[in-house]
């Protein structure tokens, strides 16, 4: 199964905090999802990115 490699962007800062794995076929729609972001020391929404 092809699998694609997406960034998570913090919303709020803009960091590119994490990496993951996603088969686009199984989640056609883009993740969203609170993460912590080191940068600002706390929780934020970090949005999928290409
Ligand atoms: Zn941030």
Redesign the pocket.
């Known amino acids: 199964m092809p699998r694609d490699r997406v960034k998570l962007v ?1 919303t ?4 590119e ?1 994490y990496h993951t794995d996603k088969n686009k076929k199984l989640h056609p729609d883009k993740m969203e999802v609170k993460k912590y ?1 080191p ?2 020391r706390k929780y ?1 929404v970090h949005k999928e990115k290409k």
Request: aromatic fraction near 0%; include cysteine; hydrophobic fraction near 0%.
């Open positions: 913090c709020s800062c803009g960091e905090n972001c940068s600002e934020t």
